[in-house]
């Protein structure tokens, strides 16, 4: 069993930045990671994901303003989130798929407003 804690989360102006953690309770070295997202009245969906081996891919939506990466020595993912827009809010869950099983978080809400 692996616990997920998310933080950094807030409200931010439009154009701002936020980085968002995603600790884990064990290690993440063989996981593959992602940050998905769940607005208002919306499904939840990918925002970006991270291999074992550090390839990288995003939603055509944050390509160029979010990065993901991940510190396995801490075992800890992030989401680097910049020049925010109102469309970004939602809450940001981190998913751990370690093993063939998949892990959730509790999320983390991200407001962008003005």
């Known amino acids: 069993q692996v616990q997920l804690v998310e933080s950094g989360g807030g409200l931010v102006q439009p154009g701002g930045s936020l980085r968002l953690s995603c600790a884990a309770s064990?290690?993440?070295?063989?996981?593959?990671a992602g940050w998905y997202r769940q607005a208002p009245g919306k499904q939840r969906e990918l925002v970006a994901a991270i291999t074992s081996g550090g390839a990288t891919n995003y939603a055509d939506s944050v390509k160029g303003r979010f990065t993901i990466s991940r510190t396995n020595a801490k075992n800890t993912v992030y989401l680097q989130m910049n020049n925010l827009k109102p469309e970004d809010t939602a809450v940001y869950y981190c998913?751990?798929?370690?093993?063939?099983?998949?892990?959730w978080g509790k999320g983390t809400l991200v407001t962008v407003s003005s």
């Open positions: 064990g290690s993440i070295v063989s996981s593959n």
């Open positions: 998913n751990l798929v370690k093993y063939g099983m998949g892990y």
